[in-house]
């Protein structure tokens, strides 16, 4: 099987937001260097990837599937869209009446897609565990035997 290398996949979750190392420290509070140590690491511990997570809006089981980043949770993808009909009734909302409903249901699709893509995800992810379980099953009555 093999090996994941947490660091690297840490380090790509704050690539892709493009944030510095130094914004990353912030964010997961803790200092620079010991996050530097941390991306070098193959192996972390769980704590700090439960604050990985919640900083960056990423699932923890991510961190371990073969598609970690399809797995995204979406409360950043919620809040943006919040954030985009918010804006639409600013503007357009005259007399208490709203006139871009366009615009929300664009928005509303984007969110959509994005919750099939995290079924998906996760699918995926039960595949997986499930045939880690066979793995297990066979492997202990084997070892049994």
Partial sequence: M???HLG???KKVFDRAGHTI???ARRVEISTSNLYKK???EDLDTEFLRRVSRAYGVSLSSFFSDNQYGNVRQEGIVNAV???IIQSYQKDNKGGTTTNT???LEVLSERLKGCE???EGLKRQIELLEKMVKM???ATTIATK
Wanted: net charge negative.
């Fill in 2 to 4: 093999e090996s994941i």
């Fill in 8 to 10: 690297r996949r840490v």
């Fill in 22 to 24: 130094e914004e990353a």
């Fill in 39 to 41: 991306i070098g690491s």
């Fill in 82 to 84: 919040g954030e985009k």
């Fill in 102 to 104: 366009s615009n929300e």
């Fill in 117 to 119: 893509a995290e079924k």
């Fill in 136 to 138: 297990y099953e066979t």
